[in-house]
């Protein structure tokens, strides 16, 4: 037994059960969240004021949750964590009320993004090479989009929402099997060596160029975070059943996956302004099809093309400029600091959308989408941002 534990302590097999089921239990969660809200009988703005709340607890908590991390260890804090969250769940599942929904569902969006910075650096921490470990989170995320909707039809509509707790419990034992103290060495080690005095904040604060760099991202995430909320929605509201409307977006979730597994022939080879001028236009293309209300097989192929790829280009993307931009000594802080902002963003243009939806229906607020995203697009054309393609990053 103990040699058993032993091999499987850090293994690939360890990392994979970690990301594919805490991917899919993300999409077991957030997937059908507004057409369960709406079934229920709320309405988009009360969709959105969740979504909202959710967002604002995030701003308010990944900070405290990082601090936790660095004083008690990743094993101690998120193993904690995964757990609390099946309580949370539990919790969603028995709300009697709306505000109780809305105190469970931001808990666990707290929960599952304080984590996720932890996630993500023990893929590039792990004895593997990163592609081939994020990669399961993606599969993982695509397959629970996909079983979201077979649960919702099939079984019932709270049946997404109990499978979330037994698939967090499974991750749990992906977390075990790890070894974070693999990327807490790395990091003690690296802060040990840097004699540098340290950095303020208020030098990313006069960086323009970083400042420039954060309003693209803001009004990109703003667009992204509203339609992720209510595309599923729209969708069935065309006419899908939720679990057709859940193959559409598990099928979307799978196109990032070439993204990730070939980021090494391409990240380092196109220019920061190219890479975040394609992501804009996807995602132009897809709030003009869904706000000139095309055809429903065209809305497929906006939803395939804007959905996820620019969100994962994006979220590459990031790291590159951060990198090009700004200070080695700053550069976590600056990634913290460009998601706050993302977060404030999407509470916006949720409250706005969710409204706009109430008043005039979906295809209004993808019109109030596409105007900020063309906005957007406009920004990244004057953006005097160096092409970063020296860093070699994902090479």
Same mark, same amino acid.
């Given at each position: 037994?103990?040699?058993?534990?032993?091999?499987?302590?850090?293994?690939?097999?360890?990392?994979?059960?970690?990301?594919?089921?805490?991917?899919?239990?993300?999409?077991?969660?957030?997937?059908?969240?507004? #057409?369960?809200?709406?079934?229920?009988?709320?309405?988009?703005?009360?969709?959105?004021?969740?979504?909202?709340?959710?967002?604002?607890?995030?701003?308010? &908590?990944?900070?405290?949750?990082?601090?936790?991390?660095?004083?008690?260890?990743?094993?101690?804090?998120?193993?904690?964590?995964?757990?609390? =969250?099946?309580?949370?769940?539990?919790?969603?599942?028995?709300?009697?009320?709306?505000?109780?929904?809305?105190?469970?569902?931001?808990?666990? @969006?707290?929960?599952?993004?304080?984590?996720?910075?932890?996630?993500?650096?023990?893929? *590039?921490?792990?004895?593997?090479?990163?592609? =081939?470990?994020? %990669?399961?989170?993606?599969?993982?995320?695509?397959?629970? *989009?996909?079983?979201? !909707?077979?649960?919702?039809?099939?079984?019932?509509?709270?049946?997404?929402?109990?499978?979330?707790?037994?698939? $967090?419990? %499974?991750? %749990?034992?992906?977390?075990?099997? &790890? /070894?974070?103290?693999?990327?807490?060495?790395?990091?003690?080690?690296?802060?040990?060596?840097?004699?540098?005095?340290?950095?303020?904040?208020?030098?990313?604060? +006069? /960086?323009?160029?970083?400042?420039?760099?954060?309003?693209?991202?803001?009004?990109?995430?703003? #667009?992204?975070?509203?339609?992720?909320?209510?595309?599923?929605?729209?969708?069935?509201?065309?006419?899908?059943?939720?679990?057709?409307?859940? +193959?559409?977006?598990?099928?979307?979730?799978?196109?990032?996956?070439?993204?990730?597994?070939?980021?090494?022939?391409?990240?380092?080879?196109?220019?920061?302004?190219?890479?975040?001028?394609? $992501?804009?236009?996807?995602?132009?293309?897809?709030?003009?099809?869904?706000?000139? @209300?095309?055809?429903?097989?065209?809305?497929?192929?906006?939803?395939?093309?804007?959905?996820?790829?620019?969100?994962?280009?994006?979220?590459?993307?990031?790291?590159?400029? #951060?990198? *090009?931009?700004?200070?080695?000594?700053?550069?976590?802080?600056?990634?913290?600091?460009?998601?706050?902002?993302?977060?404030?963003? &999407? %509470?916006?243009?949720?409250?706005? !959308?969710?409204?706009?939806?109430?008043?005039?229906?979906?295809?209004?607020?993808?019109?109030?989408?596409?105007?900020?995203?063309?906005?957007?697009?406009?920004?990244?054309?004057?953006?005097?941002?160096?092409?970063?393609?020296?860093?070699?990053?994902?090479?």
């Amino acid at each position: 037994m103990e040699r058993l534990l032993a091999r499987y302590t850090n293994s690939y097999a360890a990392y994979v059960i970690l990301f594919f089921f805490y991917d899919l239990a993300f999409a077991l969660f957030s997937a059908l969240i507004s #057409v369960y809200l709406i079934d229920k009988g709320y309405a988009a703005s009360q969709v959105s004021l969740l979504i909202s709340a959710a967002a604002l607890g995030n701003m308010v &908590t990944q900070p405290f949750i990082g601090s936790l991390t660095e004083r008690f260890g990743m094993r101690t804090v998120n193993m904690v964590l995964f757990a609390a =969250s099946c309580f949370a769940a539990a919790l969603f599942v028995m709300a009697p009320n709306f505000a109780i929904i809305v105190i469970a569902y931001a808990l666990i @969006n707290i929960i599952m993004n304080g984590v996720n910075p932890t996630v993500e650096r023990m893929a *590039t921490s792990s004895p593997y090479s990163y592609g =081939s470990i994020r %990669i399961w989170g993606s599969l993982g995320f695509s397959a629970g *989009t996909q079983v979201t !909707g077979l649960l919702y039809d099939h079984i019932a509509p709270v049946a997404p929402y109990v499978a979330f707790i037994f698939v $967090m419990l %499974i991750a %749990i034992v992906g977390f075990w099997g &790890t /070894n974070p103290r693999i990327a807490e060495a790395e990091t003690a080690s690296i802060e040990a060596d840097d004699e540098a005095e340290p950095v303020s904040i208020k030098d990313l604060l +006069t /960086n323009k160029l970083f400042l420039y760099y954060i309003v693209i991202m803001v009004i990109f995430a703003a #667009v992204t975070g509203a339609t992720y909320s209510f595309c599923a929605a729209y969708l069935t509201a065309k006419g899908l059943e939720a679990a057709t409307a859940s +193959t559409i977006l598990s099928v979307a979730a799978l196109l990032e996956v070439p993204l990730l597994f070939f980021s090494s022939k391409f990240m380092d080879k196109i220019s920061n302004k190219v890479l975040l001028f394609v $992501m804009c236009v996807m995602v132009v293309f897809e709030m003009a099809v869904y706000g000139l @209300n095309m055809p429903l097989p065209l809305i497929i192929v906006a939803t395939f093309i804007g959905r996820h790829p620019p969100a994962i280009l994006s979220i590459m993307t990031n790291m590159k400029v #951060v990198d *090009t931009i700004c200070d080695p000594r700053q550069q976590i802080t600056a990634l913290a600091l460009v998601k706050s902002c993302q977060s404030f963003g &999407t %509470i916006i243009t949720n409250n706005i !959308g969710g409204n706009i939806v109430d008043a005039a229906g979906y295809p209004a607020m993808f019109m109030f989408l596409l105007a900020l995203s063309a906005a957007c697009l406009a920004l990244v054309v004057f953006f005097r941002v160096p092409s970063g393609n020296d860093k070699k990053l994902f090479s």
